[in-house]
């Protein structure tokens, strides 16, 4: 073979592009950038080394031409890092071209293959002017890479280093996307710190990674989750505001980027992901929610055993740290202010439910008082007549029942969410609870329309017969003149279940559907009616409504109202269906 | 006969305020709301000498709405006011504004009926002391 100048074929960048643009996995593109390479230039064989970050270290990943084993790939550059040479090493320190026309006489070659004469290599470096990999072509002849042939590998180097930067933004993007989400599907504060983490861990290579947050009755940054050795300690590593680099990025509100840390003047080293000695780079931002600064997000990462490795973190891995930094403080005033509300909600709930019960055990009592007295007066009188103490104590009995009814509704609205869970035939409570609860000689139209072959669900069949009890009560209480009432089952679609919250909106999930013809539900009043005692019916405390909805809240589902004000009331129930998977039954049930 | 109207939106008590006061011997009348009260007052022939009725209905503040309609009739009509346990500001309010008493409804270990009872037959007595003040008043009046 001579060594021409490389006929290029043409044709060679735009199947590289294509295969870039046609969003081909980053392994396919470096594969095929080096098998062109090692074609273009004529080489006898070559590899693609990569920049472990994360590591320190680097990897041949991609090998092409003769003579290639495992045992080869992975030796060759063991060798050569332990000695501080070899030419890869040297490219990749550098970020520097290396043509070596005669192995024999280079310093920095160390020999893998016996008929290597001369060698070409060139870095693949990233627009933070970081080397991401060297690509490395090897000839049986002297002299054989030209400059033409070091311009042409330095090229498709550059296209690699395209398609790997691009794949970094969209494994960033995903990640941010996927943070996104999982933030708004979650009300409870512990379980984002941690899943916040686990992406940042899994998708954006920062493994090292720790999140503390201020509490609020000692000031200090304490450790809130934690991927690497410190978890053990979450709940009891602190920072004072101010101390150690976590401590100042919080005091000041501002990121911080440091290349040896341990040499840092404001370095305490308290509390570290790795060993002192072994922390190569150091990045903490501050989350900062409504109320300033709440906690502070770091990463570090691990000293690379060799000098001349630089694995600092780039103004790319700030940027994306502080807008997770950003989505979190978002996510975590979101569930302090639904905390708050709830809080206050039921508080409220429970000061008006004692005021009102009291008030009306108040009023049973005197009634029965009354009795008593009277009946006192009757046999001080002397002349107790049967039929008279008979009224009397009917009325007492009947004053007493009253205070168990109140008793019982108090009771209700406490247990609504202690569930005994079994697997349950939604069809089979509905007609129980329409036998149990629907008035025998009513003037009112029931209209059954069950569905078929509806997954089971796991539920409380008591607490759920008596909430569909109370729906129908509901609705014949609202048409006393006769009327209509449609009762249906059927499995969710999209529309009833985005009722659900943002997180469960995924899974399988069975409706019932009570429908009258009465006078409906003022607009105003539609976002009020699942409140305690709002009621428009005089019955026990008003606690009716509020009982279902705790009821079908503690079963992971939903109730709401989407009924025309003056055409009628429409409640619909959504209940998880038990595994959330539909059990394929052939034969139908109604 | 002394007549009194008893007003309370809850059925029980009404019935066994009015039996009550029936055994003293009194005609006694009873209203289940506010407004129903309010027109008792107004329309019973002669206007009634006792009231008495319960401070929260439709309102917080429905006693002294009774109130007044019962000094707008009759400047001497006595009236006494139910009230909750331990919730007596509003009681005390209307009598500074003329209410002979008012009565708790549940005080523990209290035979309250009997404290009814007794409140009623002091309110008749203050109500027939302040008839009878008038009467010599007017008396003297026409003798001069």
């Excluded at chain 1, 090998?63 to 290639?68: D, F, I, K, L, P």
């Excluded at chain 1, 009432?485 to 069975?510: E, H, M």
């Excluded at chain 1, 009570?514 to 019955?539: L, W």
Aim: proline residues 4%.
């Amino acid at each position: 073979m001579f060594n021409t100048s490389p006929g290029v074929d043409p044709t060679m960048f735009a199947r590289i592009t294509r295969l870039i643009v046609s969003n081909a996995s980053i392994d396919e593109i470096l594969r095929a950038i080096l098998e062109e390479s090692v074609r273009a230039c004529g080489a006898v064989r070559g590899f693609l080394a990569i920049v472990d970050h994360d590591r320190g270290e680097l990897d041949v990943r991609y090998t092409a031409g003769e003579g290639w084993s495992e045992e080869k790939r992975l030796g060759r550059l063991k060798v050569s890092e332990e000695s501080g040479r070899g030419i890869t090493s040297h490219v990749a320190a550098t970020s520097k071209s290396y043509n070596s026309a005669d192995v024999d006489q280079d310093p920095y070659y160390i020999r893998s293959f016996d008929d290597v004469r001369s060698e070409l290599a060139v870095p693949l470096v990233d627009t933070n002017q970081r080397t991401r990999g060297v690509l490395n072509l090897e000839s049986t002849q002297r002299a054989w890479f030209t400059d033409e042939h070091e311009r042409l590998a330095a090229a498709l180097a550059d296209l690699g280093v395209t398609a790997m930067v691009l794949a970094d933004h969209r494994a960033r993007e995903a990640a941010l996307v996927q943070i996104g989400k999982e933030l708004n599907a979650f009300t409870d504060a512990g379980a984002i710190l941690q899943k916040v983490l686990d992406v940042a861990a899994e998708a954006l290579k920062f493994e090292d990674c720790s999140l503390f947050m201020i509490d609020k009755a000692s000031g200090r940054l304490v450790l809130r989750a934690s991927r690497g050795p410190l978890k053990k300690q979450i709940g009891h590593a602190s920072y004072e505001v101010g101390v150690g680099l976590t401590g100042w990025t919080a005091q000041r509100k501002h990121a911080i980027r440091v290349t040896d840390p341990s040499a840092d003047p404001r370095w305490r080293g308290l509390y570290e992901e790795l060993p002192s000695a072994d922390v190569g780079a150091f990045m903490a931002v501050p989350i900062i929610g409504r109320s300033g600064v709440i906690g502070v997000l770091r990463v570090q990462r691990k000293k690379s055993p060799y000098k001349w490795f630089p694995n600092d973190f780039t103004e790319d891995d700030e940027r994306i740290l502080t807008t997770i930094a950003g989505q979190l403080a978002v996510a975590l005033d979101n569930v302090r202010l639904v905390d708050q509300l709830v809080k206050t909600e039921r508080l409220a709930a429970w000061g008006e439910m004692s005021a009102r019960s009291a008030h009306m055990i108040g009023n049973r009592v005197f009634a029965i008082k009354g009795d008593v007295n009277e009946m006192e007066h009757l046999l001080e009188s002397g002349t107790v007549e049967s039929t008279e103490a008979r009224k009397l104590v009917e009325s007492i009995k009947n004053g007493i029942f009253l205070l168990e009814e109140i008793l019982n509704e108090f009771r209700e609205f406490v247990m609504a969410t202690q569930l005994d869970l079994v697997e349950a035939d939604i069809n089979q409570l509905v007609r129980e609870a329409i036998e149990e609860g629907f008035p025998k000689r009513s003037a009112t139209v029931l209209n059954l329309n069950l569905a078929p072959n509806l997954p089971k669900i796991k539920g409380d069949p008591k607490k759920l017969k008596r909430c569909f009890t109370e729906l129908m009560e509901n609705a014949v209480h609202f048409q006393p003149e006769g009327g209509e009432i449609n009762v249906s089952t059927f499995l969710a679609d999209a529309r009833c279940k985005k009722w659900l919250k943002p997180g469960r909106q995924s899974g399988k999930y069975v409706a019932v559907r009570f429908e009258d013809k009465g006078p409906g539900i003022e607009i105003e009043n539609k976002p009020k009616i699942f409140n305690p005692f709002f009621t428009s019916r005089a019955k026990g405390m008003g606690l009716g409504l509020s009982i279902v909805k705790g009821v079908v809240d503690a079963h992971d589902g939903a109730i709401y109202e989407s009924g025309t004000p003056g055409k009628g009331a429409k409640f619909t129930v959504l209940l998880p269906a038990a595994g959330g998977r539909q059990r394929a039954s052939s034969k139908p049930k109604e | 006969m002394c007549s009194i109207l008893v007003i309370d939106d809850e059925e029980a008590v009404r019935n066994a305020v009015k039996r009550r006061l029936e055994r003293d011997g009194y005609e006694v009348d009873v209203a289940a709301t506010q407004a129903e009260g309010l027109q008792a007052i107004e329309e019973h022939k002669p206007p009634y000498d006792v009231v008495v009725t319960d401070m929260v209905m439709e309102s917080p503040t429905s006693g002294l709405e009774v109130l007044q309609a019962a000094l707008t009739r009759d400047i001497f009509t006595e009236l006494i006011v139910l009230t909750a346990y331990g919730n007596v500001a509003n009681a005390v309010e209307c009598m500074k504004r003329g209410a002979f008493d008012y009565v708790e409804k549940n005080i523990p270990g209290v035979d309250v009926f009997e404290l009814l009872s007794i409140k009623v037959s002091q309110a008749l007595e203050r109500r027939k002391s302040s008839l009878s003040t008038l009467r010599r008043i007017e008396q003297y009046a026409l003798r001069r």
